[in-house]
């Protein structure tokens, strides 16, 4: 079978930065390799046209036509042309491509198309509650009309896109997946002082203005607990402010920020290692699809409280594999990590049923295995 993933982002140093879509991405195509699949990974954006080699998997840097009101049009033809190519080789049975800004609206592939629902810009607007530029809208929603087939990796977010486009549209619901091995073997490493861990981009969507309120209920009734940030800071696109953790940074009480602690980004290996020494990771967003970054607590072996906002109960169960709690009821967020903190039967029996839990329903073999089943279907029916 050969796949071709169509796609803004990749995380390569080549490829630039990259988010929860290019993450789930790579570790989706790892994941077909391994199964004797052929995969291309075309990566649009980009400041040339090169192809190279990435653990087996063959990335194609596009990049974008300039041309003053053309722009978006030329580079779709562009794509359409190397994806057309690519089929005609007989490089690739079926491309995916991502709901982001409905890249695919006016491409003609020669092969059937599969659109994945990480979350549109549509959806995470209509999440963050502010208007969604009409034009993405109107690509998103044509991209989906046109596909082929239909895949989602959450329920919720299956559900509410089609309600926000108007559409009824039959999504399979497949999760996104993580390499189980990646995590084995890791022997947590037990601190002095209790750790509180976010790890991920500071943004307001991912609930980072509630976190600090959070943390200084906590403070209250475990002075020595420390926060750790790490991930990248971002400009807050509400404000205009072109720093997250400066804005965040006055809504810690004086005796919490003492305990705060901002690493910034850092690769992918040092925030296993912060995972390995956390107590409790938390996680208060208001928009996700199905994240990555709690799979990867889990398989840890680490403790979660979470936010309960839609996708959360298709990873999480409630007071079985982690806590889930609307991240504005800032008492009971920081009731939910304080009792992990100072419960050490409770912590560890939360931290095995998450693991068992993630290994049972996301390890990437099986997620793989699940695509496969899938892109089957439809390549036999075109």
């Not at 290996?269 to 107590?279: C, D, L, V, W």
């Not at 967003?285 to 990555?292: D, Q, V």
Request: net charge positive; aromatic share 10%.
């Amino acid at each position: 079978m050969k796949i071709a993933f169509l796609t803004p982002e990749y995380p390569h140093a080549k490829t630039g930065a990259s988010g929860g879509i290019g993450s789930s991405i790579k570790t989706l195509a790892l994941g077909l390799k391994a199964q004797g699949c052929s995969v291309h990974v075309l990566v649009y954006g980009q400041k040339a046209d090169t192809i190279f080699d990435d653990e087996g998997i063959t990335i194609h840097q596009i990049k974008n036509i300039k041309l003053k009101g053309l722009s978006w049009y030329l580079t779709r033809k562009k794509l359409q042309k190397t994806i057309n190519s690519l089929h005609a080789n007989n490089e690739l049975d079926i491309l995916e491509a991502p709901d982001w800004t409905g890249i695919t609206s006016f491409i003609q592939p020669n092969c059937p198309v599969v659109i994945r629902l990480h979350g549109s810009d549509t959806y995470f607007c209509h999440l963050d509650n502010r208007p969604v530029k009409w034009l993405n809208r109107f690509h998103e929603k044509r991209a989906l009309q046109k596909a082929d087939k239909h895949v989602s990796v959450s329920a919720y977010t299956a559900a509410m896109t089609n309600r926000l486009f108007g559409l009824n549209k039959n999504f399979t619901i497949i999760p996104n997946g993580i390499n189980i091995a990646d995590f084995k073997n890791v022997s947590n490493i037990i601190s002095d002082l209790p750790i509180i861990l976010y790890f991920g981009t500071l943004i307001r969507k991912k609930g980072l203005f509630e976190l600090p309120l959070i943390f200084n209920k906590v403070i209250e009734q475990q002075p020595n607990a420390q926060l750790y940030l790490v991930g990248r800071d971002s400009a807050d696109i509400i404000s205009g402010s072109s720093s997250t953790w400066e804005m965040m940074q006055p809504l810690f009480s004086k005796g919490a920020l003492q305990n705060v602690t901002y690493f910034g980004g850092v690769p992918f290996a040092e925030i296993k290692a912060h995972i390995q020494k956390a107590t409790v990771c938390v996680f208060p967003t208001f928009a996700e699809a199905l994240p990555l970054s709690w799979l990867e607590a889990m398989a840890m072996e680490k403790a979660v409280v979470a936010s309960n906002i839609g996708w959360a109960t298709e990873i999480i169960t409630d007071g079985n594999s982690g806590f889930l709690v609307h991240p504005k009821e800032h008492d009971l967020f920081a009731d939910r990590i304080i009792s992990l903190l100072q419960n050490l039967a409770l912590r560890k029996q939360m931290e095995l049923d998450a693991h068992k839990r993630v290994t049972a329903i996301f390890d990437v073999k099986k997620v793989a295995e699940k695509n496969m089943t899938f892109y089957k279907s439809l390549i036999e029916k075109h």
